[in-house]
């Protein structure tokens, strides 16, 4: 079996083309499209959205009913045996075997991706030694909290240096503080080593903190696809408080197409239907200098993950 060649940076990642995925009668994925680019992804969608579905498309372990999906140059399907030697995976369940060993898992998971035994065992260490288990490793994994678990699946995923990992809910039975810790911990790990991530959480504020690009499944399809920063940039909204008649500055914004809400000495200015060719910053000047009103404080809007997952619910 041919190789495929070494992806060119720019590439994609993985790139699906009318994907579709059914058991049965009930459809799970319908015609899903989307690039994924170098960095850390976020995967979301609800429950039964589709997305454990497409990460076992994605390690080639079902079979797709229609459409095309390359991950990292590979086609899943026919490819899958050696796709998943350069993939870690971490899944969601927290079904570790109690009486192993931290060490021994992580070395045997590694062996299975084609290492030998005593670059395993030294790879091994070095993975637990990077997510802070390194003093733990011998302690067999019954004995160790949900979070050193965590930990030892992280290990486990990219100790044989692979070139993406999947990591399925990886702060999933954390408390605050150690999904800091676990997020820092991805962050770092994808960025020293050259690593990209897809990584799916529940928790939005989470990945908007570490992703670079967001996949949005609803219903089995792709509702958006881009990148974090497009995503949740400031959307032209301001917030304003004036010294002066805020409801003649108002108008003035109103009449030339903005949206305007009024509260004594507040306003809260959007876009509307204004033309993409008038700054709102330059139009908000204007009327108060017009207005002989004069600016208190200003604020640009900020839009968060969870408003876009709202918007698309």
């Known amino acids: 079996m041919l190789m495929p060649m070494p992806l060119p940076p720019s590439?994609?990642?993985?790139?699906?083309?009318?994907?579709?995925?059914?058991?049965?009668?009930?459809?799970?994925?319908?015609?899903?499209e989307f690039d994924m680019s170098n960095g850390v992804t976020g995967l979301l969608g609800s429950n039964g959205a589709g997305k454990t579905t497409l990460i076992g498309l994605m390690l080639?372990?079902?079979r797709r009913d229609g459409g095309t999906l390359s991950v990292l140059g590979f086609d899943p399907e026919g490819d899958g045996s050696a796709l998943r030697q350069r993939i870690g995976y971490s899944p969601e369940h927290h079904l570790l075997?109690?009486?192993v060993q931290?060490?021994?898992?992580?070395?045997?998971?590694?062996?299975?991706?084609?290492?030998?035994?005593?670059?395993?065992?030294e790879r091994a260490s070095d993975a637990l030694w990077q997510v802070g288990l390194g003093e733990e490793r011998f302690r067999p994994i019954g004995t160790m909290s949900t979070?050193?678990?965590?930990r030892v699946k992280l290990a486990s995923a990219f100790a044989h240096d692979p070139d993406l990992m999947i990591l399925d809910e990886p702060t999933d039975g954390l408390d605050p503080m150690q999904r800091d810790d676990m997020l820092d911990l991805i962050g770092r790990i994808a960025g020293d080593f050259g690593i990209d991530v897809i990584l799916t959480s529940h928790l939005l504020d989470e990945v908007e903190r570490v992703c670079d690009h967001v996949v949005i499944l609803g219903e089995g399809r792709v509702t958006r696809s881009t990148t974090l920063s497009d995503l949740v940039s400031v959307?032209?909204?301001?917030?304003?408080?004036?010294?002066?008649?805020?409801?003649?500055?108002?108008?003035?914004?109103?009449?030339?197409?903005?949206?305007v809400a009024v509260d004594g000495v507040r306003l809260a200015i959007g876009r509307g239907t204004a033309s993409p060719e008038i700054s709102l910053l330059d139009a908000v000047r204007d009327a108060i200098v017009a207005s002989s009103a004069s600016l208190y404080?200003?604020?640009?809007?900020?839009?968060?993950?969870?408003?876009?997952?709202?918007?698309?619910?």
């Not at 004036?242 to 108002?250: C, K, N, P, R």
């Open 11 to 32: 590439a994609p990642i993985v790139t699906a083309r009318g994907v579709t995925k059914a058991y049965g009668a009930t459809s799970v994925l319908r015609d899903v």
């Open 147 to 150: 979070g050193q678990r965590q």
């Open 60 to 62: 080639g372990l079902h």
């Open 102 to 121: 931290a060490m021994d898992l992580v070395r045997h998971l590694t062996q299975l991706h084609g290492i030998e035994h005593l670059a395993a065992t």
């Open 297 to 313: 404080r200003l604020e640009a809007q900020r839009r968060t993950l969870t408003d876009v997952y709202l918007e698309l619910g």
């Open 97 to 99: 075997p109690p009486d």
């Open 235 to 259: 959307d032209d909204r301001l917030d304003v408080e004036l010294h002066g008649d805020a409801s003649a500055v108002g108008t003035m914004l109103h009449s030339v197409g903005f949206e």
